[in-house]
DNA sequence: CCTTTATTAAGAATAAATTCTCATTAGTCA
DNA sequence: TGACTAATGAGAATTTATTCTTAATAAAGG
């Protein structure tokens, strides 16, 4: 491609970033959501990760969230009464857990039957959410 | 009881107010709310009430929050991703759905029977919230 | 290796909800 | 009615979560 046309090119892509960058921080925050297989908050991604990468600040924490939304990697996961947790996408249907005393939440598998029900008459349903409350096993003084 | 009695015992009592008074915002502020017969947010609650009081302002509506809350008349609902609603208290045991469109908040009555299988082995349940998703009966074009 | 420029770290800045301050108003009780 | 003081209104201040700014760093391609 001559320079002509690649300028032409870059012109007309309205100043677009030339392309995503596989960055040390970015796949470190990655690893900590897969390893961590439960909703975690931007602060506990944050602590997660400076384990591996000292340095990291929460704003980078915050930008790779977005991306990985954005890309379809990771999905919000909202709590009553909490900040968004996040989460790897591409789970099936689950609802969450979360305990009482950590505060931590934990996948469950599962979903009530009879919720299609619950709906009085007049409302269309489109989508619902449980959460359950209590203490994860290692609360309790469980081993893990 | 003579003067000095009384004062022995305001001493005593470490300063504590001498009585909640019942006064005009109050008042509407606790009908409005038992009126609406669903949560309704600090805003919602003010817009309602300065119909009947114009003056009335937001840190009015918190104060009387509190109160109503330390009284036992008011209970919080927290839904995922909201700001707190509030609701009179002592109603039974209930779940809400929130409309998609107005994004007000109803009860709804009833609760899945299975949830207590939800909880995976190891996590002790002590409660649950279930939240409803979609359109409610106004903003499907229904009449009220 | 070198250039380009997306990304980062750090702290400042924002946004939204709630709480505080203080001068003024108004319940309550004698 | 009058005194006492809790409650109010208005705006300033705070809190917490998140986003922005900027100089410095480090991927990626040649």
Same mark, same amino acid.
Do not use: W
């Given at each position: 491609?001559?320079?002509?046309?690649?300028?032409?090119?870059?012109?007309?892509?309205?100043?677009?970033?030339?392309?995503?960058?596989? %960055?040390?921080?970015?796949?470190?925050?990655?690893?900590?959501?897969?390893?961590?297989?439960?909703?975690?908050?931007?602060?506990?991604?944050?602590?997660?990760?400076?384990?591996?990468?000292?340095?990291?600040?929460?704003?980078?924490?915050?930008?790779?969230?977005? %991306?990985?939304?954005?890309?379809?990697?990771?999905?919000?996961?909202?709590?009553?009464?909490?900040?968004?947790r996040y989460e790897t996408a591409g789970k099936e249907h689950h609802h969450h857990f979360q305990c009482r005393t950590c505060d931590d939440i934990f996948d469950i598998q599962?979903?009530?039957?009879?919720?299609?029900?619950?709906?009085?008459?007049?409302?269309?349903?489109?989508?619902?959410?449980?959460?359950?409350?209590?203490?994860?096993?290692?609360?309790?003084?469980?081993?893990?």
């Amino acid at each position: 491609m001559t320079d002509e046309k690649r300028h032409a090119e870059e012109a007309a892509s309205q100043h677009r970033p030339r392309a995503k960058r596989r %960055t040390r921080q970015r796949s470190i925050i990655q690893r900590v959501l897969l390893e961590a297989n439960r909703p975690l908050s931007p602060h506990d991604i944050l602590q997660a990760a400076q384990a591996t990468a000292p340095g990291l600040g929460i704003a980078t924490v915050y930008r790779a969230i977005h %991306t990985m939304i954005t890309e379809g990697l990771l999905v919000a996961v909202e709590i009553p009464g909490e900040a968004p947790r996040y989460e790897t996408a591409g789970k099936e249907h689950h609802h969450h857990f979360q305990c009482r005393t950590c505060d931590d939440i934990f996948d469950i598998q599962g979903c009530p039957p009879a919720i299609q029900q619950l709906a009085p008459k007049g409302f269309r349903l489109e989508g619902h959410q449980v959460v359950l409350y209590g203490v994860c096993p290692p609360c309790t003084g469980m081993p893990a």
